[in-house]
């Protein structure tokens, strides 16, 4: 068995020589998402589980083991690669890695994923009796799996110590009494590793999951990785509820009564198991699919929708507590959206009702569907589901669920969990949380509805109000000093915002300060709480964008703004922008006069010739070479002053140097009478030909005349690039002529 390197510890430098060799080869892998390959590099907790696990089935001694990641966290990656690098060892006798997955799991795309891990065949056993054939045949290589085909298996089928056994799902697919049990028998010296997301420890089902892997450590488990870990990490955001209104949710005795009482009883641990106690809770699916609460439950999902999660650019499930309750919701919330706002997934049944019918989606469609979803502005944003989707897709543009399905423990977690997955467009919005909108009530009960590490899943899903007295606290007391100086109005006030965050790190401390903000607004909008604090945050807001566009070269400021933060400060502020008092868009004589006689500070002069080189350079680098290198010594300007080694009054006049210099270059232009393309050629040639004239540069331009499809034409392109290596050989000599037909063909011509 191949062992992992001795210096992979937590803690060792990701550079350290052979851990970077060790990520390059063992740790980046392609995965298909919604049928498009992915490039992945697993983060430190998988690659510390990998680890561990790879230790653990090579010791012999110790032969179980328990995996406990949080939902989100890529726990099916990290059995993949263990499996990868288990079937890659060439030493000793080829071993065997049996993969027991959940039957939701046995999909098309964990086999595409495993091929492109580099398993390229792995043996599928079809039924009970293929799977004792195979493992008799003393079959070597991966073996994919379901636990209920161990049924019956002899015992001792085969003693081989170096057969790895990886669990996917452990509380729920060793949740029974004997299959389990089977299993170990057949496998008497097999490695046997669990891996869950959620271990129940508080029913008999959960406790199985330590006593049965967790004999081996401590702790009771091999490795674990938190919710609150994840989220600290950013593999995961965190969770938020709120609740509907009273009226609409599940009366307490009734939900006691018909299902809390029940789940407890049974100890339900997947859809499958909680469906089949929904089907038994007449009178409770009654009252939820009465047509007065759907109709009304309807309404308040497409309210909350366009006003809280559409603004922001995400999108939503509805989860109904049936498949009839999924069609009922469909045609309520097309009476209040557009009816291509939302699509129902579901399965179909030879005996579905015409209601039922009505609304199934071809297997192909449904495909579609999925995709459209997962991408910004594509329709539909809203799907209804009842268990389809609920396990194994992956939308990271989902950020609400509307809950109207009772749940619990394993069921809840996993169905919420939907919603965790970080997510960032690229137009830099950014989801600051998962929310799940409670119609139920469940999460009145919390701790009840979440029965295993409790005191670690509630500090992390958060009632809403948490963040309603978050935001409150934030604008009161962290903001009070930023909100002195935001309130500053005109150019002085500007002038005051910009001399306050002159040092680089008051101002990350602000744009993280105002960014964690943002996030919380955002979740709030447009809750009436917000209104006593409109004004100071509209102000914090331009500040925020003021010294963003002053002292960040980049992105214009309005793609860190979040949607509603725009839409606040475009209705509420006249003319509104981020501009620099006495700004300028240009060089040239008269800008110079005008800044050097401005009234604005020293400092605002500054940044408004760093602001106006470093735009000229972006967008005229190409046409006109002679700005690089200025460009180049104003970068280095901006680094020396901001480092405080330049006062600003230097750095003030070492930028008037360089201005007058851009003035002088194109004065020489004019003088020269050329156009700009040919002087554009002239200032590349330059530092490779010190007595370079203008009729040097007018003969090049001759030759790009003669191919004026050059940068498109692949002949053409050849034919110039020969014209321009025979002429320049002879000019600037064998040793530059390469470089400077290059520079030369990257060029923008006007």
Not at 218 to 223: I, P, Q, R, T
Not at 328 to 343: N, T, W
Request: with cysteine.
């Amino acid at each position: 068995m191949r062992k992992p390197h001795r210096g992979s510890s937590a803690d060792s430098a990701f550079f350290d020589r052979d851990r970077f060799l060790q990520v390059l080869r063992d740790y980046i892998v392609f995965v298909t998402e919604n049928d498009e390959l992915k490039k992945m590099i697993l983060r430190q907790h998988q690659t510390r589980a990998v680890e561990k696990v790879l230790r653990r089935a090579a010791e012999g001694h110790r032969t179980r083991g328990l995996v406990w990641h949080t939902q989100g966290s890529g726990k099916t990656l990290t059995m993949i690669t263990i499996a990868s690098l288990i079937l890659r060892d060439t030493q000793g006798d080829k071993p065997t890695v049996l993969m027991l997955v959940d039957r939701n799991e046995l999909e098309a795309q964990l086999f595409r994923n495993l091929e492109s891990c580099g398993i390229r065949s792995p043996l599928v056993a079809q039924s009970k009796k293929h799977l004792r054939q195979i493992l008799e045949s003393d079959y070597r290589g991966l073996i994919v799996s379901m636990l209920h085909k161990f049924d019956n298996m002899p015992a001792n089928i085969n003693t081989r110590s170096n057969i790895t056994v990886l669990i996917d799902e452990a509380h729920r697919t060793m949740g029974g009494p004997t299959l389990g049990v089977y299993l170990m028998a057949a496998l008497p010296n097999a490695t046997f590793i669990g891996f869950t997301g959620t271990p129940i420890d508080r029913i008999s089902q959960g406790k199985g999951t330590f006593e049965t892997f967790g004999c081996d450590d401590e702790k009771g488990y091999l490795d674990k990785y938190s919710i609150a870990e994840s989220i600290e990490d950013g593999t995961t955001v965190g969770l938020h509820y709120t609740h509907g209104p009273s009226a609409l949710r599940v009366e307490r005795e009734l939900l006691e009564r018909e299902f809390l009482q029940i789940v407890t009883s049974e100890g339900v641990s997947d859809i499958e198991e909680l469906n089949a106690i929904l089907d038994r809770a007449v009178e409770l699916k009654t009252m939820m699919k009465s047509p007065q609460r759907v109709d009304r439950v309807a309404q308040l999902v497409a309210q909350h929708f366009t006003d809280s999660v559409e603004p922001m650019g995400f999108k939503a499930f509805l989860v109904g507590v049936d498949r009839e309750a999924c069609a009922l919701y469909k045609e309520a919330l097309d009476r209040y959206l557009l009816p291509e706002y939302s699509a129902v997934v579901y399965s179909a049944s030879p005996s579905d009702s015409e209601l039922l019918k009505r609304h199934q989606i071809a297997p192909e469609d449904e495909k579609q569907v999925r995709r459209a979803f997962t991408r910004k502005g594509d329709l539909p944003k809203i799907l209804i589901v009842t268990e389809k989707l609920l396990t194994g897709y992956d939308a990271p543009i989902l950020y609400c669920m509307y809950l109207d399905k009772p749940m619990r423990a394993h069921v809840l977690l996993q169905t919420i969990a939907r919603v965790n997955r970080p997510y960032e467009d690229g137009e830099g919005a950014v989801k600051p949380c998962g929310l799940v909108f409670d119609f139920v009530g469940i999460f009145e009960r919390l701790q009840e509805a979440l029965a295993f590490d409790s005191d670690v899943v509630t500090s992390v899903i958060r009632n809403i109000d948490v963040l309603k007295r978050l935001f409150e606290r934030m604008m009161v007391e962290d903001a009070r000093d930023y909100v002195a100086f935001a309130r500053r109005q005109g150019d002085k006030g500007k002038e005051a915002q910009i001399e306050a965050f002159l040092n680089e790190e008051a101002r990350k401390v602000f744009y993280g300060f105002f960014r964690r903000l943002q996030n919380v607004f955002d979740v709030l909008t447009p809750d009436p709480v917000l209104r006593s604090y409109l004004d100071d945050y509209q102000a914090l807001s331009e500040m925020f964008g003021l010294l963003r566009n002053a002292y960040e070269h980049g992105p214009y400021v309005d793609r860190e703004l979040t949607a509603k933060t725009r839409a606040l400060l475009q209705k509420h502020t006249e003319g509104r922008d981020f501009e620099l008092p006495g700004a300028i868009y240009d060089l040239g004589a008269e800008e110079i006069v005008a800044l050097q006689t401005g009234d604005t500070s020293a400092t605002t002069k500054v940044l408004n010739l760093a602001k106006v080189f470093g735009d000229l350079v972006e967008e005229k680098g190409r046409e006109q070479p002679f700005l690089l290198p200025i460009g180049e010594r104003a970068e280095a300007l901006v680094k020396e002053w901001q480092g405080r080694r330049l006062s600003t009054e230097d750095a003030l006049e070492a930028f008037l140097q360089l201005a007058q210099e851009y003035v002088d270059a194109d004065a020489e232009r004019s003088e020269m009478e050329v156009d700009a393309n040919t002087f554009a050629i002239y200032t590349a040639l330059k530092p490779a030909k010190a007595d370079v004239s203008a009729g040097d540069a007018v003969e090049l331009d001759a030759l790009f005349h003669e191919h004026p499809d050059y940068d498109w034409n692949e002949a053409q392109g050849s034919r110039l690039r020969a014209a321009l290596y025979k002429r320049l050989l002879t000019m600037v000599g064998k040793d530059n002529f390469i470089h400077v037909a290059n520079t030369l063909l990257r060029l923008r011509r006007t």
